[in-house]
């Protein structure tokens, strides 16, 4: 009985000295690797997120490898797993593009964020992560770099690569019209516009479809080749602009616009020309200060337009009445310079016209103190306008504005009329609509023949317009064709 108490309590022991050796062990196991990860962070996601796509630079060119390789995640590991972490150290931009300007390296891009991460295997500096204008260097040399290199030379073996060249090819003419958002990203109150393209069809439509002119368009189509397309319509002129793999960084220089005088209403046209390898969804744009410079102010200026509202004795004039007209400045009245109305009697849609003297400009817009103006009312102005345009099929004049539809290819234009004895200002102002989508609306350049089609809507050219049928109601007027005359 004794020896059977005994052999119970042996097992009892052995079975606990089992546990606890199991226990400690199990601790052990844990703890080195604890230590482990602290010395090298293997797989740490939390740092470096699995990227949209790597870039891998060799032999001067570069090659993208996208998530649909089938050891795409074995690459993205081998960089993990064999950085040496150190304590962080600040790298400049400059110190980044001299070190990839001669290494052998990895890039981490991610699509909608620039915080990429480049892994080199020529350096003693193993990894940066890249901030918004430097980096910072997460690793001293990488460990395994003959492993990880033949793994990305196998990755890319059936590849074709890139350079990193680019160029910025200016427009021949500025764009007057507000560009359509449905085209276009507005980045900045609608002072610049930006399109990105992958191919040069694309960017012909667009071209066409907004009548930009280029000053080597018969080239543009061939440096298309390997490149994408950034179409920047902008009231700024580019100062510089600079290219990464992960996005483009474009730096605007300030213009100085007089005080009394509007700042541009047009746009210039620029396409920058990128590689395929870089990362166009990521585009960064940089302000200079704009100086206004008061140097009309005081100065007597010309001036006609329709009223287009009134409060008390100022008024806002603009080529129309429509509360959509461009406004074109505000005029403060006064009786004894009003030559024929006094300034409570003037009414909305009135037409005045006159000189005033300029007092300053605030958002582009000019002020006034009238100096000596007379004052058609709108009945007389509807008079006089269809007199000058009824049953007319054809007139020589110039539009002064004009707006387009979505498509960019209908719209209308405001066109002033001449028929006083002041030529310094327009009589009146008519608007008509065009079409070219519908093949009843034409654009030429004239000189005797035709030079060109298409050639788009100009302001502050003379031009020949042709009406689709004898005028009868002046305020629907249609465009059959603009014919621009060539100097």
Not at 426 to 452: R, V
Request: hydrophobic residues 35%; charged residues 25%.
């Amino acid at each position: 009985m004794k020896k059977k108490i005994f052999g119970i309590i042996c097992v009892i022991v052995i079975c606990f000295a089992c546990f606890c050796l199991g226990f400690w062990a199990n601790n052990k196991f844990k703890n080195n690797q604890s230590e482990n990860n602290l010395e090298n962070p293997t797989g740490d996601e939390g740092l470096i997120k699995t990227p949209d796509r790597i870039i891998f630079k060799y032999e001067s060119k570069y090659y993208e490898i996208t998530s649909d390789y089938e050891k795409y995640s074995e690459l993205v590991d081998l960089c993990r797993n064999n950085i040496n972490r150190k304590n962080d150290e600040k790298i400049s931009e400059n110190d980044i593009d001299s070190l990839k300007s001669t290494a052998k390296f990895i890039e981490f891009d991610y699509n909608t964020e620039s915080k990429n991460f480049i892994f080199t295997l020529t350096s003693d500096i193993g990894a940066i992560q890249m901030q918004d204008s430097d980096g910072v260097i997460i690793s001293n040399k990488l460990s395994n770099v003959d492993k990880i290199g033949e793994a990305y030379i196998e990755a890319i073996k059936d590849k074709s690569g890139y350079d990193m060249s680019s160029e910025k090819i200016d427009s021949m003419i500025q764009y007057q019209a507000l560009p359509a958002t449905a085209d276009f990203k507005n980045v900045k109150d609608e002072k610049v516009f930006v399109k990105t393209f992958d191919s040069y069809d694309d960017f012909n439509k667009i071209s066409n479809q907004y009548n930009l002119k280029f000053d080597s368009a018969d080239t543009i189509k061939d440096k298309f080749e390997n490149r994408k397309g950034i179409l920047i319509l902008s009231q700024y002129d580019i100062k510089d602009y600079k290219v990464n793999i992960g996005n483009v960084k474009i730096n605007f220089a300030g213009n100085d616009y007089a005080v009394a005088f509007t700042a541009p209403s047009g746009y210039n046209v620029d396409l920058i020309l990128v590689s395929k390898i870089v990362n166009t969804n990521c585009i960064y744009y940089n302000y200079d200060s704009v100086e206004f410079v008061d140097n009309l102010t005081g100065t007597t200026e010309s001036i006609s337009g329709v009223v287009k509202s009134k409060d008390a004795d100022e008024i806002t004039i603009a080529y129309t009445s429509n509360e959509y007209a461009k406004v074109l400045g505000k005029v403060m009245l006064s009786s004894r310079k009003l030559i024929n109305k006094t300034a409570d009697e003037v009414k909305v849609g009135d037409f005045v016209t006159g000189t005033a003297t300029v007092t300053g400009i605030e958002d582009g817009i000019k002020s006034y103190d009238a100096e000596s103006l007379s004052v058609q009312d709108k009945e007389e102005y509807n008079r006089l306008l269809e007199n000058e345009l009824k049953g007319k099929t054809k007139i020589n004049t110039a539009i002064v504005d004009y707006t387009t539809d979505e498509n960019g290819y209908s719209g209308s234009v405001i066109c002033a009329l001449y028929y006083g004895e002041n030529s310094n200002r327009p009589d009146a102002y008519f608007s008509a609509n065009y079409d070219f989508n519908d093949n009843k609306t034409e654009s030429y350049l004239g000189m005797s023949n035709h030079l060109a089609s298409d050639y788009g809507i100009h302001p502050n050219e003379m031009v020949d317009i042709t009406f689709s049928e004898p005028i009868t109601d002046v305020n629907k007027i249609f465009v059959k064709m603009f014919e621009f005359i060539a100097d």
